[in-house]
């Protein structure tokens, strides 16, 4: 939702950032502020999920030119621990399974790491298991889950649950959700998004990394950014999202190059 | 591989320290005048004489085995010192008459005897460079029947044992270091538990090479008669040194009818540097005989040191259902090389076997699983179940397998599982989103992985086990 007196929690100005030596951003550039939930779209290979791997601060990519500002610090000069402490929460696309560590232990080592970041108590095992039992509950999800190796053997649907039960553990000033709607049923659908709801306020933003409009009848968001070739090529609003399903992503090109041309 | 990883896995071995002892060491070289000299230093009967000797002969005739994954320079067992002790200043009689420095040493090493020994409960046989020094709680094992010496005074106090059971295990031709072990042997551990007696605490001995060059031959021997058990922890610190140092210990499991013997391990020797410089080459022969009916050997190990490891803790189970266990996990790091794993000899009807070997690679080093599981024509309705997995963290590590499956009954039943796992960026990079660093997710996942081993040892081997793990892979985090 929009604010009027909302703050700018995100700004990435000309961003720009390899992988391999291959230029994967060029020139990104975007504003977040508080309470706000944006919807990132564009075809495959648009750099959706690489934008979301560098605000992270995935080893593999470097950033080349280009700043982040986020909650008025400097992002980029953090290690990627330390901006999911400062309150960057990445929903990974694929999550990545860890044989042999319980979940239940995960989850509180990075809920008590969060914790003491932030000045607060940490949680025993005993105390962490009724805490964490509560916010379970929000997505539906079997208790049997907090015995199993983090995502060892789950589900897609499954794993994408565990993402956002660790958001609502984390409670992220932002999170980037890396299609978190790929490889759910509609059921499925309808809860986490029924959960990401619950977490948005007015404190904290979301940024959902999204093929489909599907997903964004669930999580309206308040602007839709079709990206392309690297950089944001059109901005709108949750309209442009039906336009997009309705037209497909061409238009959007043409569209930009023919502006180009005009301003040339 | 990320900087971070690679700073993960290098920390300095902490416990790289030379203690300033007067040794009384033998000239360098091995001829029978050596183990005469040896003999007579520890004033030994004829008999044993006779039992190095024999050792020896054999052992001239034998050559070193080429077939384990390690490489290393040749040996000039010529250039080595066969026998190092510690010049006492006079004859001790408490703790409190130890050499200061000597104890200084322990505390460096954390093992602060006397105190640690009373409040763990645990009886320490500390053996500094091949001599006994002090055995604590002798006494009070003594009251029950239980003998808990070293081997030499075993030898002069308890020789119709020593004599009965030394070699009757591993015999003193069975392999080139063994062979070798038993011609010179200087000192080890000895220990008898009579029959129907539980031993009431966890026995534990703690090695430490310390002089120089002084090759250390480790003789331990283990007797568990009807009915009895015992808990026998063994935990290796070795100091810095340029030179490689070699290590050939023999260790001898005997259990009789009913009886049950539990040797863990947790090896920190000193690995050589990030380049591979310094170390110990550990080539060790450890063996267990499941002699009498419904006997239970179970060997437990962490490793985590020395250059280069060879090593097959193995049962032979020929009572009719006795059982073997090993569970084993092997960290090597740097320019480390392992080649260890066990043998399972399934000789009696219904024997049971299980491995589950967990092998950690990182740096540049080569990590070996090789294991033997014979299941003889008279095994009938023998079991064993093996599981092997190995873990690489980084890119120019190895891990190998190499099982050796002999089934010669046709009611046995031998199932073996294994996997391979990687440590890699993109673990790491999960658990630094959820704000957890590269130390904690590296133990973590490490833990986690050798979880079903570390739930075999005893409870403050086990806290022991895991910070050792941690010490080894964790460094400054880049």
Redesign the interface.
């Known amino acids: 939702m929009i604010y009027q007196d909302s703050k700018t929690l995100l700004a990435v100005r000309d961003l720009r950032a390899t992988v391999n030596g291959i230029e994967i951003l060029k020139g990104m550039n975007l504003t977040v502020r508080s309470g706000e939930v944006h919807a990132i779209m564009g075809p495959n290979g648009s750099g959706k999920s690489t934008f979301a791997k560098v605000l992270?601060?995935?080893?593999?990519y470097e950033v080349s030119a280009g700043e982040v500002q986020f909650d008025g610090s400097d992002l980029l000069g953090l290690?990627?621990?330390a901006r999911?402490?400062a309150g960057v929460?990445?929903g990974?696309q694929y999550?990545?399974e860890?044989?042999?560590?319980?979940n239940s232990?995960?989850l509180r080592?990075?809920y008590n790491?969060?914790q003491v970041?932030r000045g607060k108590d940490e949680l025993d095992p005993l105390e962490f298991d009724d805490f964490v039992r509560e916010k379970m509950k929000l997505l539906e999800m079997n208790p049997e889950f907090l015995a199993r190796?983090v995502n060892e053997g789950f589900s897609g649907g499954e794993k994408k649950r565990n993402e956002i039960l660790?958001m609502a553990l984390?409670e992220p000033k932002l999170a980037i959700l890396d299609e978190t709607d790929s490889g759910l049923d509609i059921d499925a659908l309808r809860i986490v998004a029924g959960g990401v709801n619950q977490l948005s306020g007015k404190d904290n933003a979301i940024v959902l990394v999204t093929h489909y409009q599907r997903l964004l009848n669930y999580i309206v968001p308040d602007y839709v950014h079709v990206m392309d070739a690297g950089r944001i090529l059109k901005t709108g609003g949750k309209e442009l999202a039906l336009e997009l399903e309705a037209r497909g992503y061409d238009w959007v090109a043409a569209e930009a190059k023919e502006q180009a041309g005009a301003r040339a | 591989m990320?900087t971070?990883l690679q700073n993960l896995v290098n920390r300095p071995y902490a416990h790289g320290f030379v203690s300033d002892i007067e040794s009384d060491t033998a000239p360098k070289g091995l001829s029978e005048d050596t183990i005469r000299l040896i003999s007579a230093k520890k004033n030994e009967p004829e008999w044993l004489l006779e039992l190095r000797l024999k050792a020896y002969q054999q052992w001239l005739t034998m050559t070193e085995p080429q077939w384990p994954n390690v490489t290393y320079p040749k040996i000039d067992f010529q250039s080595i010192s066969y026998y190092s002790a510690p010049k006492p200043k006079k004859t001790l009689n408490s703790m409190d008459e130890v050499d200061p420095e000597l104890l200084r040493t322990f505390e460096k090493l954390g093992v602060p005897m006397n105190e640690r020994a009373k409040l763990a409960g645990v009886a320490v046989d500390v053996i500094f460079d091949s001599v006994s020094v002090a055995t604590t709680y002798k006494a009070k094992l003594a009251e029950v029947g239980i003998i808990f010496c070293s081997i030499s005074e075993a030898v002069h106090d308890h020789p119709d044992l020593v004599r009965k059971y030394l070699g009757s295990v591993v015999p003193v031709g069975d392999n080139y270091y063994a062979a070798l072990n038993s011609a010179v042997f200087t000192d080890g551990s000895f220990c008898f538990i009579p029959k129907g007696v539980k031993c009431p605490m966890d026995l534990s001995t703690y090695f430490r090479i310390n002089t120089e060059n002084s090759g250390q031959f480790e003789r331990t021997l283990i007797i568990a008669e009807e009915g009895a058990s015992v808990s026998y922890l063994e935990g290796c610190t070795a100091p810095k040194f340029d030179t490689n140092q070699l290590h050939a210990a023999v260790v001898e499991l005997v259990a009789l009818d009913n009886a049950d013997i539990k040797y863990s391990t947790v090896q920190n020797w000193y690995a050589g540097d990030e380049n591979g410089v310094g170390g110990i080459y550990n080539f060790v022969t450890k063996r267990g005989l499941c002699k009498g009916v419904n006997s239970r050997i179970s060997w437990t190990q962490v490793e985590t040191g020395s250059a280069i490891t060879w090593k097959y803790p193995s049962c032979i189970l020929r009572g009719d259902n006795s059982v073997g266990e090993f569970y084993s996990v092997a960290l090597t790091n740097h320019r480390q090389q392992a080649d260890t794993g066990t043998k399972m000899i399934h000789l009696g009807k219904n024997t049971r076997s299980t491995i589950v070997s967990k092998g950690i690679s990182a740096g540049r080093s080569n990590n070996s699983y090789r294991g033997l599981v014979r299941i003889a024509p008279t095994a009938a309705g023998a079991r064993n179940y093996s599981q092997c997995d190995s873990m690489l963290i980084g890119e120019q590590c190895g891990a190998n397998t190499f099982p050796y499956i002999q089934v010669n009954n046709p009611s046995a039943k031998v199932e073996h599982e294994a996997s391979t796992?990687k440590i890699g960026?993109?673990?790491l990079?999960?658990?630094?989103?959820?704000?957890?660093?590269a130390e904690?997710a590296v133990s973590?996942?490490i833990?986690?992985?050798c979880?079903d081993v570390f739930q075999q040892l005893p409870m403050e081997f086990a806290v022991e086990a895991t910070k050792l793990l941690g010490l080894k892979l964790e460094g400054s985090v880049g």
């Open positions: 992270a601060g995935h080893p593999a290690a990627a621990e999911a402490r929460f990445l990974f999550p990545i860890i044989p042999g560590v319980a232990q995960f080592l990075a790491t969060v970041e190796s660790q984390l | 990320s971070s796992s960026e993109d673990q990079f999960y658990f630094a989103q959820r704000g957890i660093g904690e973590m996942i833990n986690g992985f979880k």
